[in-house]
């Protein structure tokens, strides 16, 4: 007898990309050469770090990119900004193909497209004053705003929340929350439509945190600003985006705006992600079942076939060895929901039987 009957229905084909969209990443791969040898190199391999994600994010919107280390959070950060080149796949801003456009031309694209670092001790140049960092971007794109050049960098240093006179210090004279909140300046130097921000609280203080992420949240209001915001901390993630892609292993098993995927996660690794997030209320968390995974989390060289997750998976079935599973939106979610499982965790999701190809030795 078959086990294939409580595979969820799928909208089999729907792309999670849209032409209203400012940011479109479609298929979207880097992968990392291994080679051997010293004078005469031959590839043997490859780290696939991101291994075709396609997610957008609208105007003014925040989308929360969330997952273990070494998932791919960061370097899909960076191959959307270009800081890295992708390897297959393709990457749309503003409805313009950015893909594999020169370091030149890139320039008014970047212009629009900005980056917050993760660590704000390395990414401030300490030999230059907050006044040089904040400026150099403008000077370097050819924007001369009204009052010059030092005027408005003292301009975004207020509306930071740091004093203007602060213009002429160094970065070793500050704290990593200052030191944040003048990396959101230069950010905001460029007049941005979207920000990537990798991790931008990762590095501080719990309390610091929460002071950084209001405001993040008080510029993407006041500037209309579009969000792509890396992070581990499903908690941070939830007061920030309002919608969230979960990642697994250079690939993206969930896609849902921010209430369903907290209240009815339908991938078993979001659900084991979720159950690990500190609770609120004492009583809630006594009663809440903790899924703890066990194993390790496979190599991206050699990632396993099928679904990735299967390995740690309490689901996993056969199907999931042989069959990878599309993302994809299922039956029953009018909000756009989108798993990439078998079996999904919900159980009122509506099931259809899906059957695969029947073994040599099936009657």
């Known amino acids: 007898m078959s086990t294939t009957k409580n595979i969820p229905a799928q909208k089999a084909g729907e792309s999670s990309v849209s032409s209203q969209n400012l940011l479109e990443v479609e ?20 780290v696939r770090a991101v291994d075709g994600i396609s997610f957008g994010v609208k105007p003014g919107e925040s989308l929360g990119l969330v997952g273990e280390s ?20 393709t990457v749309r801003f503003d409805g313009e193909d950015i893909t594999h456009k ?14 917050i670092f993760q660590d704000p001790y390395s990414s401030l140049n300490p030999r230059h004053t907050v006044g040089t960092i904040i400026e150099t971007p403008m000077k370097l794109n050819g924007i001369n705003p009204e009052g010059g050049h030092k005027r408005r960098a003292q301009e975004l240093l207020e509306i930071v929340g740091l004093n203007p006179e602060h213009y002429n210090r160094y970065p070793n004279e500050f704290s990593g929350g200052q030191r944040q909140r003048i990396g959101i300046a230069r950010a905001l130097a460029l007049k941005p439509k979207l920000i ?4 931008p609280v990762s590095a501080l203080d719990v309390s610091i945190q929460a002071q950084v992420v209001n405001l993040l949240q008080d510029l993407q209001r006041e500037f209309g600003l579009a969000f792509l915001f890396i992070a581990h901390d499903l908690a941070v993630v939830r007061h920030f985006s309002e919608r969230v892609a979960v990642m697994y292993l250079g690939k993206i098993v969930e896609i849902a705006d921010r209430e369903t995927l907290y209240s009815r996660p339908q991938h078993p690794y979001t659900h084991a992600l979720l159950s690990a997030v500190p609770e609120v209320d004492p009583d809630g968390a006594s009663n809440r079942e903790r899924i703890r995974l066990t194993g390790d989390v496979p190599s991206p060289i050699n990632p396993p076939s ?32 989108q798993a990439a499982c078998h079996f999904p ?3 009122q999701v509506v099931a259809a039987e899906v059957t695969p190809p029947a073994p ?3 009657e």
């Open 196 to 199: 990537v921000a990798d991790e």
């Open 102 to 115: 020169k370091v030149a031309s890139m320039r008014t694209a970047r212009q629009n497209l900005q980056m």
């Open 27 to 46: 298929n979207l791969e880097v992968h990392f050469p291994i080679r051997q040898g010293i004078v005469f190199q031959r590839q043997v391999g490859a």
């Open 70 to 89: 070494g998932c791919g959070k960061s370097t899909t950060g960076r191959a959307v900004t270009r800081l890295l080149e992708p390897t297959g796949g």
């Open 360 to 362: 040599a030795s099936a």
């Open 345 to 347: 965790e919900v159980k």
């Open 306 to 337: 099928g679904c990735r997750f299967r390995t740690r998976c309490w689901k996993a079935q056969d199907i999931c060895a042989s069959q990878e599973p599309p993302l994809v939106q299922l039956i029953g979610s009018a909000d756009g929901h």
